[in-house]
């Protein structure tokens, strides 16, 4: 009997060992640890590579702890009954979920928490080697375990959510701060995650706005314009806008006047220019960015599904998605937004979508509309008439300026609560 109280025992220590070591690689700072590999710490590395393989690892525990558990608390039932007889099966269970609980379960996982990269370090070669040795069981199990999921309808799969995690981490970070102003730090992590999905329709110069040149004007207007732009690159068509022949540097132009060799031909103009590049309109930030560095660019022409000019993209507008607006001295300075005393903001109806959404934090969809105008217009299917008011996604909306079909300025009001498309 006294060989069968110690061996519980240290099967209950073995549940202690399993319990800790769970929650200390879970717990364990994933920052410290690849520090510590780095630093040459093997068993930091050995952390590291339990964690890649977590399925496995939680198994190899789970495994572990159970048979442990159970093994103990059958010795245990073994010696009450016969101390006590049939009563020792009451005995036995109260005894041990108490023991468990307290000393394999609670005690061993609060000391895990308080020093978890510690004892992570600490338990990380043992563990390993008890995944090795309990690999093919716990192989099987999670076969078993896949099968069944499948079995009924279960889509979720072995990996998580990585971008939704990531979210979630930033804006918990942001909830959590109680000093200084993170909202930049915030925006830029954001702007990160979102290349993959933003296309570069929805941050292009349209080309309503882009400063261009006619191959065919005066020589001398030519000049005047690119030395009066604030910009350094300009398309130049061909009499018609669709026909973009090339993209005027400004710097060229320069050289070229510099060197006494001005241009007085549309074939000097076209000679002094780059080929242009077009890019479909629905290539991804993340994609085009890759590009831009990859040809050594900056510059792209965005043509829709026909061919058609559409509008201008360089690498400065998808940087600025990342770090917000990037101002130099040859910016010219265009008043958007305007915050009112009363709470409400007057935009132009040319201000983008994610623009609203990254400096007042909401939630208008973009998938439909790049500008606030075109939600408007998306939401209401219509053109509305000045003074015409809509709520929708949360905010009033109503028309202020409208000029011709195009709306020019939309006062915004957030409301309480959400109707859709209700006409005022």
């Not at 208008?364 to 105008?373: N, S, W």
């Amino acid at each position: 009997m006294t060989i069968t109280i110690v061996v519980i025992f240290i099967l209950l220590m073995l549940s202690a060992f399993f319990s800790g070591s769970e929650t200390a690689l879970t717990a364990a700072s994933k920052p410290v640890m690849h520090h510590k590999e780095q630093d040459g710490d093997p068993r930091a590395g050995i952390v590291n590579r339990l964690r890649q393989y977590q399925e496995r690892l939680i198994g190899a525990i789970l495994l572990g702890n159970n048979l442990v558990n159970i093994l103990a608390s059958a010795l245990a039932t073994s010696v009450m009954i016969e101390l006590f007889g049939e009563r020792g099966v009451v005995y036995a269970t109260a005894a041990m979920t108490a023991l468990v609980l307290i000393f394999s379960e609670i005690l061993p996982k609060t000391y895990a928490l308080q020093h978890a990269d510690s004892m992570a370090l600490r338990v990380a070669r043992p563990m390993s080697i008890l995944v090795v040795v309990f690999a093919p069981v716990t192989q099987t199990i999670q076969v078993i375990v896949r099968a069944t999921l499948r079995l009924f309808g279960s889509g979720e799969g072995p990996g998580t959510d990585r971008e939704r995690e990531l979210r979630g981490a930033i804006e918990l970070h942001a909830d959590d701060v109680v000093v200084g102003d993170h909202h930049a730090e915030r925006t830029m992590l954001h702007g990160v995650l979102d290349l993959e999905d933003v296309g570069v329709w929805e941050i292009m110069v349209h080309r309503r706005k882009v400063q261009m040149i006619d191959i065919t004007r005066p020589m001398e207007e030519i000049l005047d314009t690119v030395l009066a732009s604030p910009h350094t690159r300009i398309p130049i068509y061909d009499k018609d806008p669709d026909n973009i022949v090339g993209v005027l540097h400004a710097r060229e132009a320069l050289k070229a006047i510099v060197r006494g060799a001005k241009p007085k031909t549309a074939e000097d103009v076209r000679a002094l220019s780059s080929e242009p590049w077009f890019i479909p309109d629905s290539t991804t930030l993340a994609d085009q960015l890759k590009a831009f560095k990859e040809r050594h660019e900056h510059f792209a022409i965005v043509v829709d599904e026909y061919g058609a000019f559409e509008g201008v993209v360089s690498l400065e507008d998808i940087l600025e998605e990342i770090v917000g607006d990037i101002a130099d001295e040859t910016d010219v300075e265009v008043v958007g937004v305007q915050p009112q005393t009363d709470g409400s903001v007057i935009v132009r109806g040319d201000v983008t979508i994610r623009d609203l959404n990254r400096r007042f934090g909401w939630r208008l969809p973009d998938e439909e509309a790049a500008t606030v105008a075109g939600l408007l217009l998306y939401e209401t299917r219509r053109i509305p008439d000045v003074g015409q008011q809509f709520r929708f996604h949360g905010l009033e909306f109503e028309v202020l300026r409208r000029i011709r079909n195009q709306i020019t300025r939309i006062k915004l009001r957030e409301v309480r609560e959400v109707a859709t498309d209700e006409l005022n």
